[in-house]
């Protein structure tokens, strides 16, 4: 199982699983569809940028039948990440390496350098730079988070979408493309992909790769690569992976969280809905706040039970549903189960864009 971006990828992926192939051979299979396509762009090639405008990406990966893990974070210039996370556990003493650490050992072991900056995420990056920038300040989990309200209230609200349209134009964001490319601005996409596989003899593995959240401090780490966050697989349990809010997910290591509920014998919806509840009290069951947390947790269990739960039925301000992509003969979507009603909203704050 996988998020929903993995969806086109799990029938070669399944297949492989099927003729006996190893259960993170399989996973890698699929996020590298997403890592490989410009047109997602919360991963590898297209992701979008930080604050710099340079990609950063994030991978992890856990072997179940070894017990091994492997990780990278901050990585430029290296489209297959989840491939570096496991040539990391395959080739070095080490689980985690960073930075350009990791993309010289890249190097070392053939991976190609690119520019994975495309024509579009460099021109939202220019936009959101020239209209939007505003990571810096307290974050939503800080007791100051309402002062980043300022900009909400601003009346002015009209105005700025009306610049970030007249500056789109001069950066040359095709018109059709405007709104979109606003959208990506004021509402960052979040994405990122993690897949969980189950061979029929039993072995699981797992893993996640993402470009983080948009926007990002250059260095900044989210939760994806890190083991026990992002994704954590126990050969004995099961497996488990986010996508969503880093920062919130790293305060209740998510998925090592979900697989140790399991291992004491909750369900796979409960372990993840305790997981979500993990994250809603360190808000004080706060939804005023909680609306800017999005939280997807994607969970299987070593019998093949599983659960894609969420905090929020979806994201932003197009009804977009969490959905989690499942293959277990048959190819389907499936909605996730919600926590609470309704949408996330990102963070900073801003007024809807209609
Ligand atoms: N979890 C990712 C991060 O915080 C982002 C995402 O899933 O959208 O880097």
């Given at each position: 199982?996988?998020?929903?971006?993995?969806y086109?990828?799990l029938v070669?992926?399944?297949?492989?699983?099927?003729?006996?192939g190893?259960?993170?051979?399989a996973?890698?299979?699929?996020v590298?569809?997403?890592?490989n396509?410009?047109?997602?762009?919360s991963?590898g090639?297209?992701?979008?940028?930080n604050?710099?405008?340079?990609v950063?990406?994030?991978?992890?990966?856990?072997?179940g039948?070894?017990?091994?893990?492997?990780s990278?974070?901050?990585?430029?210039n290296i489209?297959?990440v989840?491939l570096?996370?496991?040539?990391?556990?395959l080739?070095?003493?080490?689980v985690?390496?960073?930075?350009?650490?990791a993309?010289?050992?890249a190097?070392?072991?053939?991976?190609?350098?690119?520019?994975l900056?495309?024509?579009?995420s460099?021109?939202?990056?220019?936009?959101?730079k020239?209209?939007?920038?505003?990571?810096?300040?307290?974050?939503?989990?800080?007791?100051?988070?309402r002062?980043?309200?300022?900009s909400?209230?601003d009346e002015?609200?009209?105005e700025?979408l009306?610049?970030?349209?007249?500056v789109?134009?001069t950066i040359?964001?095709?018109?059709?493309?405007r709104?979109?490319?606003?959208?990506?601005?004021v509402?960052?996409?979040?994405?990122t992909?993690h897949?969980?596989?189950?061979?029929q003899?039993?072995?699981?593995?797992?893993?996640?790769?993402?470009?983080?959240?948009a926007?990002?401090?250059?260095g900044?780490?989210?939760d994806s690569?890190l083991i026990?966050?992002?994704?954590?697989?126990?050969?004995d349990?099961?497996s488990?992976?986010?996508?969503g809010?880093?920062e919130?997910?790293?305060?209740?290591?998510?998925?090592?969280t979900?697989?140790?509920?399991?291992?004491?014998?909750?369900s796979?919806?409960?372990?993840?809905?305790?997981a979500?509840?993990?994250?809603?009290?360190?808000?004080?069951?706060d939804?005023e706040r909680?609306?800017f947390?999005d939280?997807?947790?994607?969970i299987?269990?070593?019998d093949g039970?599983?659960a894609g739960?969420?905090l929020?039925?979806?994201?932003g301000?197009?009804?977009?549903?969490?959905?989690?992509?499942?293959h277990?003969?048959s190819?389907?979507?499936?909605?996730?189960?919600?926590?609470?009603?309704?949408?996330?909203?990102s963070?900073?704050?801003?007024k809807?864009?209609?």
């Amino acid at each position: 199982m996988c998020a929903a971006n993995g969806y086109k990828y799990l029938v070669d992926a399944y297949a492989f699983l099927c003729g006996g192939g190893d259960a993170l051979d399989a996973a890698l299979k699929v996020v590298q569809g997403p890592e490989n396509d410009p047109n997602d762009e919360s991963v590898g090639l297209g992701g979008h940028p930080n604050e710099a405008g340079a990609v950063e990406l994030d991978a992890c990966c856990m072997h179940g039948p070894t017990r091994t893990a492997g990780s990278v974070g901050s990585v430029r210039n290296i489209k297959n990440v989840s491939l570096l996370a496991n040539a990391v556990r395959l080739h070095t003493g080490h689980v985690m390496l960073v930075g350009e650490g990791a993309e010289e050992f890249a190097v070392a072991q053939g991976f190609q350098r690119e520019n994975l900056l495309t024509d579009k995420s460099r021109k939202e990056w220019l936009l959101w730079k020239e209209t939007h920038s505003d990571w810096w300040g307290p974050s939503v989990s800080s007791p100051e988070w309402r002062t980043r309200f300022r900009s909400a209230r601003d009346e002015e609200w009209q105005e700025r979408l009306d610049r970030m349209h007249q500056v789109a134009g001069t950066i040359g964001i095709a018109a059709e493309l405007r709104e979109d490319a606003i959208r990506a601005v004021v509402f960052p996409p979040t994405g990122t992909i993690h897949c969980s596989a189950l061979k029929q003899n039993g072995e699981m593995s797992g893993c996640t790769t993402t470009s983080g959240l948009a926007w990002k401090i250059p260095g900044r780490v989210g939760d994806s690569p890190l083991i026990g966050a992002g994704c954590y697989t126990d050969q004995d349990v099961g497996s488990a992976g986010a996508t969503g809010n880093g920062e919130e997910n790293i305060r209740v290591v998510g998925a090592h969280t979900i697989v140790e509920n399991m291992r004491h014998g909750m369900s796979p919806l409960d372990a993840g809905m305790d997981a979500l509840k993990r994250i809603v009290r360190n808000f004080d069951a706060d939804k005023e706040r909680l609306q800017f947390v999005d939280m997807v947790y994607y969970i299987l269990r070593k019998d093949g039970a599983y659960a894609g739960v969420s905090l929020w039925e979806g994201y932003g301000d197009e009804n977009r549903p969490h959905q989690v992509a499942v293959h277990d003969g048959s190819k389907r979507l499936e909605k996730t189960v919600a926590l609470y009603q309704g949408v996330s909203q990102s963070w900073p704050p801003v007024k809807r864009l209609k």
